[in-house]
């Protein structure tokens, strides 16, 4: 009954969901409105030719991709008998998964969680396992799956306090959710706990660490950051801002531009979190005092700022750098992850709020590879701080690393688990 009220509510709302989707988000993002009839179902019959079965993996944006990446090459490593198909909430989900994929995977955006557009995705894709990253736990998204004997797997999950009593507030729906998991994976033992606290059995869970942690630089992306290096580095110092969101692109501006009074050489470079930020940053830097180009244009003459207005790149901009400061942390987005710029052995600089990252933040300030700042004064002075001791700067990074290479692990433990479900015996 939870759920036919829940159901009765979103196609209510359709109307204003595909104006705001179509028409607002559209607006800002034109990759909005193409693939559209996908958030309804109507996706391409799995190819009935091919003799694979499909393995369905949901990763609701570019974060998630990122960090499920090694994951599904790995998957793809142990399972070649699979075709595995990705999907996601956002265009620049969608990008992530071509530019780290390309053809090896078929991307689709997740349908809204209609009975009938969720019915249709299915009945085309036909997947044999359903693996949903973090916790986008969709109702009739994951009934469906149960009707239809898919087994549900949630990986890398996590379930803070507040979210928790989310889930308690609707307790009929979310009894049905928890019904319908087949595992789950859990980051740590109190994710774990607050999951059975919701209804979900025991034995269903297992505490793997986060797949966050099995982040390690590969060939190709070591060869792009020497590159890098030698095109920004010539010996100047080198911060990157990566993932920084409106109010706090002024701050980090207003940091660089006090930098340059000590550090006249250093060169700072912005990366914001959305793509139609890009051109509003610009537009900030054009009517300040400091002189920047585009990561775009590749016509960079020393300037004060380099604006990484590019998708898939930030990693390597993290790893060219002397220390990294990570977004949506001077104000109260709840940070995004310290992990791309540790595993490069680059020091981490935060701002306080870092809820979205509770299961790495303490380990990586208690091993000394961060250092959190209260705002864009204190900011400064730790940046000056590490320009003028370039060797606490390097141990800053050396021990970040050390905090990637402690918590590593859990991918196999993943692994191991999806495993079980793509047996004969568990078809």
């Given at each position: 009954?939870?759920?036919?009220?829940?159901?009765?509510?979103?196609?209510?709302?359709s109307?204003?969901?595909?104006?705001?989707l179509?028409?607002?988000?559209?607006?800002?993002?034109?990759?909005?409105?193409?693939?559209?009839?996908?958030?309804?179902?109507?996706?391409?019959?799995?190819?009935?030719?091919?003799?694979?079965?499909?393995?369905?993996?949901?990763?609701?944006s570019?974060?998630?991709?990122?960090?499920?990446?090694?994951l599904?090459?790995?998957?793809?490593?142990?399972?070649?008998?699979?075709?595995?198909?990705?999907?996601?909430?956002?265009?620049?989900?969608?990008?992530?998964?071509?530019?780290?994929?390309?053809?090896?995977?078929?991307?689709?955006?997740?349908?809204?969680?209609?009975?009938?557009?969720?019915?249709?995705?299915?009945k085309?894709?036909?997947?044999?396992?359903?693996?949903?990253?973090?916790?986008?736990?969709?109702?009739?998204?994951?009934?469906?799956?149960?009707?239809?004997?898919?087994?549900?797997?949630?990986?890398?999950?996590?379930?803070?306090?507040?979210?928790?009593q989310?889930?308690?507030?609707?307790?009929?729906?979310?009894?049905?959710?928890?019904?319908?998991?087949?595992?789950?994976?859990?980051?740590?033992?109190?994710?774990?706990?607050?999951?059975?606290?919701?209804?979900?059995?025991?034995?269903?869970?297992?505490?793997?660490?986060?797949?966050?942690?099995?982040?390690?630089?590969?060939?190709?992306?070591?060869?792009?950051?020497?590159?890098?290096?030698?095109?920004?580095?010539?010996?100047?110092?080198?911060?990157?801002?990566?993932?920084?969101?409106p109010?706090?692109?002024?701050?980090?501006l207003?940091?660089?531009?006090r930098?340059?009074?000590?550090a006249?050489?250093?060169?700072?470079?912005?990366?914001?979190?959305?793509?139609?930020?890009?051109d509003?940053?610009?537009?900030?830097?054009?009517?300040s005092?400091?002189?920047?180009?585009?990561r775009?244009?590749?016509?960079?003459?020393?300037?004060?700022?380099?604006?990484?207005?590019?998708?898939?790149?930030?990693?390597?901009?993290?790893?060219?750098?002397?220390?990294?400061?990570?977004?949506?942390?001077l104000?109260?987005?709840?940070?995004?992850?310290?992990?791309?710029?540790?595993?490069f052995?680059?020091?981490?600089?935060?701002?306080?709020?870092?809820?979205?990252?509770?299961?790495?933040?303490?380990?990586?300030?208690?091993?000394?590879?961060?250092?959190?700042?209260?705002?864009?004064?204190?900011l400064?002075?730790?940046?000056?701080?590490?320009?003028q001791?370039?060797?606490?700067?390097?141990?800053?990074?050396?021990?970040?690393?050390?905090?990637?290479?402690?918590?590593?692990?859990?991918?196999?433990?993943?692994?191991?688990i999806?495993?079980k479900?793509l047996e004969?015996?568990?078809?």
């Amino acid at each position: 009954m939870a759920r036919f009220f829940y159901s009765l509510t979103l196609y209510l709302l359709s109307p204003v969901i595909g104006f705001y989707l179509y028409v607002l988000r559209g607006k800002k993002n034109a990759g909005y409105r193409a693939h559209f009839a996908e958030r309804f179902g109507f996706i391409r019959t799995h190819n009935p030719q091919s003799k694979k079965p499909t393995i369905m993996i949901h990763c609701a944006s570019v974060g998630e991709v990122l960090a499920a990446t090694p994951l599904i090459k790995e998957l793809q490593n142990q399972q070649p008998d699979y075709s595995i198909t990705l999907t996601c909430n956002t265009p620049t989900g969608r990008e992530q998964i071509h530019a780290n994929f390309k053809d090896s995977v078929r991307c689709v955006y997740l349908p809204l969680d209609f009975p009938c557009a969720t019915a249709r995705f299915f009945k085309s894709l036909q997947p044999s396992l359903l693996c949903i990253l973090e916790t986008e736990l969709w109702p009739n998204l994951l009934a469906q799956s149960k009707q239809r004997n898919i087994p549900v797997l949630v990986l890398n999950a996590r379930l803070s306090a507040k979210s928790q009593q989310g889930y308690q507030k609707v307790a009929p729906l979310t009894r049905t959710l928890m019904n319908s998991i087949s595992a789950l994976a859990s980051h740590n033992q109190d994710d774990a706990t607050r999951f059975i606290e919701l209804g979900l059995k025991p034995e269903k869970v297992q505490v793997t660490g986060s797949i966050k942690f099995d982040i390690k630089p590969g060939a190709e992306q070591l060869l792009k950051v020497a590159t890098l290096k030698s095109q920004y580095n010539k010996q100047r110092f080198i911060w990157v801002a990566g993932s920084t969101h409106p109010i706090e692109h002024e701050l980090i501006l207003t940091a660089h531009q006090r930098l340059l009074e000590v550090a006249p050489d250093a060169l700072l470079v912005i990366a914001p979190r959305h793509p139609e930020q890009f051109d509003k940053v610009a537009a900030l830097l054009a009517s300040s005092t400091l002189s920047f180009s585009r990561r775009s244009h590749n016509n960079y003459q020393n300037e004060h700022v380099l604006l990484g207005d590019t998708l898939g790149e930030l990693q390597c901009l993290y790893g060219m750098a002397n220390i990294s400061y990570i977004g949506g942390s001077l104000i109260e987005r709840g940070g995004h992850n310290p992990l791309e710029s540790a595993a490069f052995s680059v020091g981490v600089l935060s701002g306080p709020h870092t809820y979205n990252f509770n299961h790495v933040y303490p380990e990586l300030i208690k091993l000394g590879g961060c250092i959190l700042v209260s705002d864009v004064t204190s900011l400064t002075e730790q940046l000056i701080k590490l320009y003028q001791q370039p060797v606490f700067c390097q141990q800053l990074g050396l021990q970040a690393a050390q905090c990637v290479a402690n918590n590593q692990g859990a991918i196999a433990k993943t692994i191991n688990i999806i495993n079980k479900y793509l047996e004969p015996h568990n078809d």
